[in-house]
Protein backbone atom coordinates (compact mmCIF):
# COMPACT_ATOMS: atom_id res chain seq x y z
CA UNK A 1 0.00 0.00 0.00
CA UNK A 2 1.42 3.25 -0.87
CA UNK A 3 1.64 6.56 0.65
CA UNK A 4 2.55 9.98 -0.98
CA UNK A 5 5.39 12.38 -0.71
CA UNK A 6 3.91 15.83 -0.31
CA UNK A 7 6.35 17.65 -2.17
CA UNK A 8 6.40 15.34 -5.54
CA UNK A 9 3.55 13.65 -6.09
CA UNK A 10 0.75 14.60 -8.31
CA UNK A 11 -2.60 15.04 -7.00
CA UNK A 12 -6.05 14.56 -8.19
CA UNK A 13 -8.63 15.88 -5.86
CA UNK A 14 -12.37 15.70 -7.12
CA UNK A 15 -14.96 18.06 -5.77
CA UNK A 16 -11.94 20.11 -5.05
CA UNK A 17 -14.07 23.47 -5.47
CA UNK A 18 -16.69 22.11 -2.72
CA UNK A 19 -16.76 22.50 0.82
CA UNK A 20 -13.99 19.99 2.21
CA UNK A 21 -12.36 19.61 -1.06
CA UNK A 22 -11.45 23.42 -1.20
CA UNK A 23 -10.37 23.56 2.70
CA UNK A 24 -8.44 20.09 1.42
CA UNK A 25 -6.57 22.19 -1.40
CA UNK A 26 -6.09 24.88 0.92
CA UNK A 27 -4.02 22.50 3.94
CA UNK A 28 -1.92 20.99 0.79
CA UNK A 29 -1.25 24.56 -0.39
CA UNK A 30 -0.12 25.86 3.09
CA UNK A 31 2.54 22.30 3.42
CA UNK A 32 3.64 23.76 -0.15
CA UNK A 33 1.79 21.37 -2.87
CA UNK A 34 0.66 22.67 -5.67
CA UNK A 35 0.79 19.71 -8.49
CA UNK A 36 -2.92 19.47 -7.74
CA UNK A 37 -5.74 18.50 -10.49
CA UNK A 38 -8.99 20.12 -9.61
CA UNK A 39 -12.36 17.89 -10.64
CA UNK A 40 -15.52 19.31 -9.85
CA UNK A 41 -19.11 19.85 -11.66
CA UNK A 42 -19.13 23.98 -11.37
CA UNK A 43 -22.41 24.59 -12.40
CA UNK A 44 -24.54 27.72 -11.54
CA UNK A 45 -23.28 28.11 -8.30
CA UNK A 46 -20.65 30.46 -6.90
CA UNK A 47 -18.42 27.64 -5.26
CA UNK A 48 -15.69 28.49 -8.24
CA UNK A 49 -15.35 31.22 -5.82
CA UNK A 50 -13.49 28.89 -3.31
CA UNK A 51 -10.81 27.78 -5.84
CA UNK A 52 -9.77 31.38 -7.23
CA UNK A 53 -7.38 31.63 -4.07
CA UNK A 54 -6.17 28.62 -4.09
CA UNK A 55 -2.89 27.22 -5.64
CA UNK A 56 -3.28 24.04 -8.53
CA UNK A 57 -1.94 22.85 -11.77
CA UNK A 58 -5.46 22.02 -13.95
CA UNK A 59 -8.89 21.94 -13.33
CA UNK A 60 -11.66 19.58 -14.87
CA UNK A 61 -14.91 19.29 -15.27
CA UNK A 62 -16.31 15.97 -13.79
CA UNK A 63 -17.86 14.57 -16.58
CA UNK A 64 -14.15 15.07 -18.45
CA UNK A 65 -12.27 13.23 -16.17
CA UNK A 66 -14.67 10.06 -15.62
CA UNK A 67 -14.70 10.18 -19.52
CA UNK A 68 -10.41 10.02 -19.50
CA UNK A 69 -10.62 7.75 -17.03
CA UNK A 70 -12.28 4.97 -18.77
CA UNK A 71 -10.62 5.69 -21.74
CA UNK A 72 -7.29 5.13 -19.43
CA UNK A 73 -5.79 9.33 -20.39
CA UNK A 74 -2.41 8.89 -20.25
CA UNK A 75 -1.84 12.41 -19.13
CA UNK A 76 -3.26 11.10 -15.92
CA UNK A 77 -0.52 8.47 -15.54
CA UNK A 78 1.61 10.63 -13.32
CA UNK A 79 -1.21 11.06 -10.70
CA UNK A 80 0.14 9.16 -7.82
CA UNK A 81 -2.77 10.27 -4.87
CA UNK A 82 -6.27 10.45 -5.55
CA UNK A 83 -8.60 12.33 -2.76
CA UNK A 84 -12.19 11.39 -4.52
CA UNK A 85 -14.67 13.83 -2.28
CA UNK A 86 -16.82 14.67 -5.23
CA UNK A 87 -20.39 13.40 -4.93
CA UNK A 88 -23.81 14.86 -4.28
CA UNK A 89 -24.06 15.30 -0.50
CA UNK A 90 -27.59 16.25 0.28
CA UNK A 91 -29.52 14.04 2.68
CA UNK A 92 -32.45 15.36 1.15
CA UNK A 93 -31.83 14.00 -2.45
CA UNK A 94 -34.62 11.94 -3.48
CA UNK A 95 -33.60 10.35 -7.32
CA UNK A 96 -31.82 7.39 -5.76
CA UNK A 97 -30.64 6.91 -9.41
CA UNK A 98 -29.20 10.27 -9.86
CA UNK A 99 -27.23 9.12 -6.39
CA UNK A 100 -26.03 5.75 -7.36
CA UNK A 101 -24.71 7.48 -10.99
CA UNK A 102 -22.69 10.41 -9.12
CA UNK A 103 -21.76 8.43 -5.69
CA UNK A 104 -21.42 4.83 -6.59
CA UNK A 105 -20.73 4.26 -10.31
CA UNK A 106 -18.28 7.25 -10.27
CA UNK A 107 -16.39 6.04 -7.28
CA UNK A 108 -15.93 2.48 -8.46
CA UNK A 109 -14.61 3.64 -12.36
CA UNK A 110 -12.40 6.06 -10.04
CA UNK A 111 -10.83 3.32 -7.79
CA UNK A 112 -10.56 0.77 -10.45
CA UNK A 113 -8.36 2.95 -12.12
CA UNK A 114 -6.51 3.83 -9.17
CA UNK A 115 -5.71 0.54 -8.37
CA UNK A 116 -4.92 -0.37 -11.60
CA UNK A 117 -1.86 2.44 -11.61
CA UNK A 118 -0.94 2.13 -8.15
CA UNK A 119 -2.33 5.54 -7.18
CA UNK A 120 -2.98 5.93 -3.73
CA UNK A 121 -7.04 5.94 -3.84
CA UNK A 122 -8.53 8.21 -0.63
CA UNK A 123 -12.93 8.58 -0.86
CA UNK A 124 -15.32 9.99 1.15
CA UNK A 125 -17.98 7.43 2.73
CA UNK A 126 -20.00 9.31 5.26
CA UNK A 127 -21.40 8.59 9.37
CA UNK A 128 -24.88 8.69 7.45
CA UNK A 129 -24.02 5.05 6.70
CA UNK A 130 -24.50 4.45 10.30
CA UNK A 131 -28.17 5.37 9.94
CA UNK A 132 -29.52 5.62 13.56
CA UNK A 133 -27.08 3.92 15.35
CA UNK A 134 -28.61 0.85 16.13
CA UNK A 135 -25.78 -1.24 14.88
CA UNK A 136 -23.48 1.31 16.52
CA UNK A 137 -20.94 3.80 14.86
CA UNK A 138 -17.90 1.50 15.19
CA UNK A 139 -15.52 1.67 12.46
CA UNK A 140 -13.97 -1.84 13.39
CA UNK A 141 -17.02 -3.45 12.33
CA UNK A 142 -15.60 -5.92 9.20
CA UNK A 143 -19.20 -6.71 8.32
CA UNK A 144 -20.49 -2.90 6.68
CA UNK A 145 -23.59 -4.29 5.25
CA UNK A 146 -24.85 -4.31 9.33
CA UNK A 147 -25.39 -0.84 8.88
CA UNK A 148 -29.19 0.63 7.91
CA UNK A 149 -28.53 4.04 6.62
CA UNK A 150 -31.65 6.39 6.68
CA UNK A 151 -31.47 8.21 3.33
CA UNK A 152 -31.23 7.00 -0.58
CA UNK A 153 -27.57 9.68 0.20
CA UNK A 154 -26.14 7.12 3.04
CA UNK A 155 -27.22 4.31 0.66
CA UNK A 156 -25.26 5.24 -1.82
CA UNK A 157 -22.09 5.70 0.09
CA UNK A 158 -22.75 2.66 1.87
CA UNK A 159 -22.90 0.83 -1.44
CA UNK A 160 -19.65 1.64 -2.45
CA UNK A 161 -17.91 0.47 1.67
CA UNK A 162 -19.61 -2.82 0.59
CA UNK A 163 -18.14 -2.89 -2.87
CA UNK A 164 -15.21 -2.35 -1.71
CA UNK A 165 -15.29 -4.90 1.19
CA UNK A 166 -16.73 -7.43 -1.29
CA UNK A 167 -14.38 -7.31 -3.96
CA UNK A 168 -11.64 -7.42 -1.71
CA UNK A 169 -10.04 -4.06 -2.14
CA UNK A 170 -11.43 -2.01 1.02
CA UNK A 171 -7.86 -2.48 3.00
CA UNK A 172 -6.24 -1.60 0.29
CA UNK A 173 -8.07 2.05 0.22
CA UNK A 174 -9.08 4.67 2.69
CA UNK A 175 -12.02 5.50 3.24
CA UNK A 176 -13.60 8.21 5.37
CA UNK A 177 -16.79 8.32 7.43
CA UNK A 178 -16.95 12.24 8.12
CA UNK A 179 -19.33 13.22 10.89
CA UNK A 180 -20.87 16.61 10.96
CA UNK A 181 -18.18 19.01 9.29
CA UNK A 182 -18.15 22.69 9.55
CA UNK A 183 -16.58 25.88 8.94
CA UNK A 184 -15.46 28.11 5.87
CA UNK A 185 -16.12 27.30 2.07
CA UNK A 186 -19.58 26.16 3.16
CA UNK A 187 -21.59 28.87 1.74
CA UNK A 188 -22.51 27.63 -1.85
CA UNK A 189 -24.25 24.03 0.18
CA UNK A 190 -28.09 26.06 0.33
CA UNK A 191 -29.65 24.15 2.99
CA UNK A 192 -27.20 21.76 3.77
CA UNK A 193 -24.80 24.11 5.04
CA UNK A 194 -23.54 23.75 8.98
CA UNK A 195 -25.70 24.72 11.43
CA UNK A 196 -23.25 28.03 12.30
CA UNK A 197 -23.68 29.01 8.96
CA UNK A 198 -27.28 29.13 8.82
CA UNK A 199 -27.50 30.56 12.60
CA UNK A 200 -24.99 33.34 12.12
CA UNK A 201 -27.00 34.65 9.37
CA UNK A 202 -30.30 33.78 11.53
CA UNK A 203 -28.92 35.94 14.48
CA UNK A 204 -27.83 38.59 12.55
CA UNK A 205 -31.62 38.91 10.76
CA UNK A 206 -33.62 38.12 13.40
CA UNK A 207 -31.64 37.85 16.82
CA UNK A 208 -32.19 34.57 16.94
CA UNK A 209 -31.76 30.42 16.03
CA UNK A 210 -34.45 28.10 15.41
CA UNK A 211 -33.82 24.47 16.33
CA UNK A 212 -36.17 21.57 15.61
CA UNK A 213 -37.82 20.19 18.53
CA UNK A 214 -37.00 16.67 19.40
CA UNK A 215 -40.16 13.95 18.66
CA UNK A 216 -38.28 10.91 20.96
CA UNK A 217 -39.17 11.30 24.59
CA UNK A 218 -35.02 10.44 25.67
CA UNK A 219 -34.12 13.62 23.86
CA UNK A 220 -34.90 17.00 25.39
CA UNK A 221 -35.28 19.54 23.01
CA UNK A 222 -31.67 21.29 21.69
CA UNK A 223 -30.32 17.85 23.16
CA UNK A 224 -30.41 16.09 20.23
CA UNK A 225 -26.61 15.68 19.90
CA UNK A 226 -23.91 15.57 17.12
CA UNK A 227 -19.97 15.06 16.47
CA UNK A 228 -19.42 18.34 15.01
CA UNK A 229 -16.40 18.64 13.35
CA UNK A 230 -14.47 21.71 12.15
CA UNK A 231 -13.23 21.56 8.76
CA UNK A 232 -9.92 22.71 9.04
CA UNK A 233 -9.15 19.60 11.61
CA UNK A 234 -11.00 17.27 8.42
CA UNK A 235 -8.22 18.17 6.45
CA UNK A 236 -5.81 17.87 8.44
CA UNK A 237 -7.15 14.10 9.48
CA UNK A 238 -7.59 13.09 5.83
CA UNK A 239 -3.85 14.13 4.60
CA UNK A 240 -2.70 12.21 7.77
CA UNK A 241 -4.23 9.33 6.49
CA UNK A 242 -3.20 9.77 3.39
CA UNK A 243 0.04 10.16 3.93
CA UNK A 244 0.50 7.17 6.46
CA UNK A 245 1.34 4.00 3.88
CA UNK A 246 -0.02 1.34 6.40
CA UNK A 247 -3.49 3.06 6.73
CA UNK A 248 -6.14 0.89 4.65
CA UNK A 249 -9.93 0.71 5.38
CA UNK A 250 -12.91 2.60 6.95
CA UNK A 251 -11.81 5.59 9.52
CA UNK A 252 -14.67 7.67 11.46
CA UNK A 253 -13.53 11.56 11.31
CA UNK A 254 -15.26 13.47 13.81
CA UNK A 255 -14.16 14.96 17.34
CA UNK A 256 -14.85 11.70 19.22
CA UNK A 257 -17.50 13.73 21.51
CA UNK A 258 -20.57 14.47 20.97
CA UNK A 259 -22.45 18.22 21.83
CA UNK A 260 -25.78 19.20 21.59
CA UNK A 261 -27.50 21.44 19.34
CA UNK A 262 -28.09 23.80 22.08
CA UNK A 263 -23.93 23.65 22.87
CA UNK A 264 -22.93 24.29 19.80
CA UNK A 265 -25.85 27.44 19.29
CA UNK A 266 -24.21 28.69 22.87
CA UNK A 267 -20.82 29.14 21.35
CA UNK A 268 -22.30 30.65 18.35
CA UNK A 269 -23.62 33.44 20.27
CA UNK A 270 -20.60 33.62 22.65
CA UNK A 271 -18.70 34.17 19.22
CA UNK A 272 -20.93 37.15 18.49
CA UNK A 273 -20.81 38.72 21.90
CA UNK A 274 -24.48 38.24 22.01
CA UNK A 275 -26.75 36.26 24.67
CA UNK A 276 -28.54 32.89 23.34
CA UNK A 277 -31.65 33.50 22.22
CA UNK A 278 -33.06 30.06 20.98
CA UNK A 279 -37.30 29.68 19.07
CA UNK A 280 -37.55 25.50 19.16
CA UNK A 281 -39.78 24.78 16.07
CA UNK A 282 -41.51 21.51 14.86
CA UNK A 283 -39.54 18.88 12.54
CA UNK A 284 -40.93 18.62 9.51
CA UNK A 285 -42.76 15.18 9.18
CA UNK A 286 -40.47 13.97 6.09
CA UNK A 287 -37.41 13.91 8.16
CA UNK A 288 -38.95 12.47 11.42
CA UNK A 289 -38.00 9.30 9.90
CA UNK A 290 -34.27 10.16 8.44
CA UNK A 291 -33.19 12.67 11.33
CA UNK A 292 -30.43 11.31 13.45
CA UNK A 293 -30.40 12.28 17.29
CA UNK A 294 -27.25 10.82 18.20
CA UNK A 295 -24.10 10.48 16.57
CA UNK A 296 -20.19 9.71 17.94
CA UNK A 297 -17.13 9.39 16.00
CA UNK A 298 -15.14 6.55 17.77
CA UNK A 299 -11.69 7.20 17.01
CA UNK A 300 -9.97 3.94 18.36
CA UNK A 301 -8.97 3.36 14.65
CA UNK A 302 -7.47 6.58 13.45
CA UNK A 303 -5.55 7.30 16.70
CA UNK A 304 -4.29 4.30 16.38
CA UNK A 305 -2.69 5.22 12.88
CA UNK A 306 -2.42 9.31 13.61
CA UNK A 307 -1.54 9.49 17.50
CA UNK A 308 -0.63 13.36 16.96
CA UNK A 309 -3.52 14.61 15.53
CA UNK A 310 -5.14 17.56 17.63
CA UNK A 311 -8.58 18.47 17.20
CA UNK A 312 -9.98 21.82 17.89
CA UNK A 313 -12.57 22.96 20.91
CA UNK A 314 -15.74 23.49 19.42
CA UNK A 315 -16.06 27.16 21.06
CA UNK A 316 -12.50 27.61 19.32
CA UNK A 317 -13.74 26.10 16.08
CA UNK A 318 -16.77 28.51 16.45
CA UNK A 319 -14.59 31.64 17.20
CA UNK A 320 -12.44 31.10 14.30
CA UNK A 321 -15.37 30.55 11.45
CA UNK A 322 -17.36 33.44 12.95
CA UNK A 323 -15.04 36.12 13.54
CA UNK A 324 -11.96 35.09 11.36
CA UNK A 325 -14.67 33.99 8.51
CA UNK A 326 -18.19 34.52 8.46
CA UNK A 327 -17.79 38.22 9.65
CA UNK A 328 -15.39 39.37 7.12
CA UNK A 329 -16.70 37.43 3.83
CA UNK A 330 -13.66 35.77 3.82
CA UNK A 331 -13.02 32.35 1.67
CA UNK A 332 -9.82 29.92 2.88
CA UNK A 333 -7.10 31.07 1.48
CA UNK A 334 -8.63 34.64 1.15
CA UNK A 335 -5.71 35.38 3.71
CA UNK A 336 -2.85 34.46 1.54
CA UNK A 337 -4.13 36.63 -1.43
CA UNK A 338 -4.56 39.88 1.20
CA UNK A 339 -0.96 39.16 2.66
CA UNK A 340 0.06 39.62 -1.26
CA UNK A 341 -1.48 42.24 -2.07
CA UNK A 342 -0.27 44.59 0.98
CA UNK A 343 3.17 43.69 -0.02
CA UNK A 344 2.91 44.56 -3.27
CA UNK A 345 1.21 48.25 -2.23
CA UNK A 346 4.44 49.99 -1.41
CA UNK A 347 6.12 48.50 -4.74
CA UNK A 348 3.01 49.84 -6.93
CA UNK A 349 2.57 53.31 -5.13
CA UNK A 350 6.64 54.03 -5.77
CA UNK A 351 6.58 53.25 -9.23
CA UNK A 352 3.49 55.49 -9.96
CA UNK A 353 5.49 58.03 -8.38
CA UNK A 354 8.11 57.59 -10.32
CA UNK A 355 6.22 57.30 -13.13
Known amino acids: MNAFDSTQSRILVTGGAGFIGSALIWDLNQRGVDDIIVADFLGTDEK ?51 LI ?5 YTKALARWALAHDARFVYASSAATYGDGAAGMSDLELDVSVFRPLNAYGYSKQLFDRYAARHG ?3 GVVGLKYFNV ?32 SHRPDFKDGEQMR ?31 AHSWLELVSAIFEAMDLPPNVEFIDMPEALRGKYQYFTQADLTKLRGYCKDIEITPLTDAVRDYIQNYLVPDRRLGDEISEEAAESAEPAATENATEA
Open 169 to 171: FLD
Open 182 to 213: FGPNEDHKGDMRSLVHKAYRQILETGKVKLFK
Open 48 to 98: WKNLAPLRFNDYLEADDLLRRVELDDPALADVELIFHLGAISATTERDASL
Open 101 to 105: RNNFE
Open 227 to 257: DFLYVKDAVNMTIELAETATAGGLFNVGTGR
